[in-house]
């Protein structure tokens, strides 16, 4: 019979385990504040300083496809301990990196940690948490993750700026360590772990190729043109390799991630506005900070500060869209969300460049609180979209590609303030604000888009 208590050594594990989301996303939101400070420490340019997040997000878009066989072929400890000693690898080459490859190396490290660790917490939750703690042990990981994003601007720039940078990755690195001791002792094996699985080794590069190729293409706009070989070449190239992928898995009777899902024009559809959300979300997220310190001329603990309430927002209007979902439906906070974003993003196009911290806050709760709202839903939508059979693969692809979304808001972001720091002739400060000028006219136009695609995809009602 099924014991209805949770006992303390499984509440330990799910913590041990969710150690690895909870520090893969604080270092992510808390590195943001410190790219001034970065720039200048290791003589790079905007653009080039993205990929402290860009490649992170993008290793972990990488190893998230072969999650699913990771769990059946490894026992869950060997998992955890795996994950973890990798992040904390990449935390110690953080610490004392004295260039800036040497920084993004131990990036990639940290990257690949959180991309083996990441599912844990809730296989852990799924399998182990009573029916009768279920959903409010879910709420506790997904508690875990929100936090991480509230806390990580705030503690970035407080330590950035009474200590240094690379306290971050110090303190990370600490509290790794207490969650591998605790996971240690506490970590279950779960039912599915240690199976006899055939490694779908072709797929997985030529889907991680196709991504990284991508990336790469995109990124080169900074200093070349969309027809310069220097772009072009990556771009085919990537594409070429996601034909590959493509054609590989639609043989395949069980592929890594399921190409066929796609002809469900509906589900794609939501995917793709759902994709438009996440860019436009880390985009903000890296333009911001910039702008509050390079423009406004604030400390990286004051940009904290500022981006707070507006993940808070997002944390509350998460929670208000499913209580709305559950109640009317899918199109009401998707589509109320999203166009509260579109506001949002309006208003700051407007007010560049006399855009005064307090405004940043204000319309920063705003778009937050949109995103809040519809994010969620939409991947709640999609999945809906889909037969129960088809929902695992669907899941694989949200998680995958929100990862590369991730990726590529920054580096849009990223490359568009390089660009116009470069052209201007002015002073960084009117670069940057010129810059993200065209961040806010680029989302507006992305979200607009989003806009259209949901008055004609959101079904009325849930399935």
């Known amino acids: 019979m099924e014991s209805k ?54 290793v972990i878009a990488v190893i998230v496809p072969i999650s699913s066989q990771i769990k059946l072929r490894f026992s869950t400890k060997n998992i955890f301990l795996s994950g973890i000693l990798i992040f904390m690898m990449g935390l110690l080459i953080d610490i004392v990196s004295p260039r800036f490859d040497f920084l993004l190396l131990g990036r990639i490290f940290q990257g690949i940690g959180t991309g083996i660790g990441l599912p844990l917490m809730y296989n852990i939750i799924l399998e182990k948490v009573p029916k009768a703690h279920l959903d409010f042990m879910m709420g506790i990981g997904t508690m875990i993750t929100a936090a991480a994003v509230a806390i990580g601007p705030v503690f970035g720039g407080i330590i950035t700026q009474r200590l240094n940078w690379r306290w971050i990755f110090i303190i990370s690195f600490i509290l790794g360590t207490i969650g591998l001791i605790s996971g240690l002792f506490t970590i279950p094996q779960l039912s599915l772990a240690s199976k006899k699985v055939h490694f779908k080794v072709l797929q997985w590069v030529t889907l991680g190729i196709g991504l990284i190729l991508l990336i790469i293409g995109f990124t080169n706009f900074v200093k070349n043109s969309l027809l310069s070989y220097k772009v072009s070449s990556f771009i085919i190239g990537g594409i070429i390799s996601l034909i590959i992928w493509g054609k590989l898995s639609w043989r395949d009777k069980n592929p890594l991630i399921n190409p066929k899902i796609f002809q469900d024009i509906t589900f794609t559809m939501q995917l793709v506005c759902y994709c438009i959300a996440k860019i436009s979300t880390l985009a903000l997220g890296f333009a911001l900070p910039l702008y509050i310190e390079l423009v406004n001329f604030g400390s990286s603990s004051i940009a904290g500060w500022i981006l707070l309430p507006g993940a808070i927002a997002d944390a509350i209007m998460a929670a208000v869209g499913g209580k709305i979902l559950a109640k009317r439906g899918n199109r009401l906070p998707i589509i109320s969300g999203t166009f509260v974003s579109l506001l949002s993003l309006s208003l700051l196009f407007l007010s560049t460049p006399h855009l005064t911290n307090t405004l940043i806050i204000f319309l920063y709760i705003l778009y937050y609180g949109g995103y809040g709202l519809s994010f969620s839903t939409l991947m709640t939508s999609g999945l809906t979209a889909l037969t129960k059979k088809e929902q695992a693969e669907g899941n694989a692809i949200y998680n995958t590609l929100q990862q590369f979304s991730g990726a590529v808001g920054t580096a849009l972001a990223g490359s568009l303030i390089a660009i ?27 979200i607009s888009l989003s806009l259209v695609i949901e008055f004609f995809f959101i079904p009325k009602s849930n399935k």
């Open 420 to 446: 116009s720091q470069k052209a201007t002739s002015q002073s960084l400060a009117n670069g940057t604000a010129q810059g993200n000028k065209r961040i806010f006219i680029t989302l507006i136009l992305l």
């Open 5 to 58: 208590r949770l006992n303390r050594k499984l509440l330990i594990a799910i913590l041990s385990a969710g150690i690895l989301s909870f520090l893969g996303i604080l270092d992510e939101t808390a590195t943001t504040v410190t790219f001034p400070i970065l720039i200048n420490e290791f003589s790079v340019t905007t653009g080039q300083v993205q990929w402290v997040n860009t490649i992170v997000l993008l």
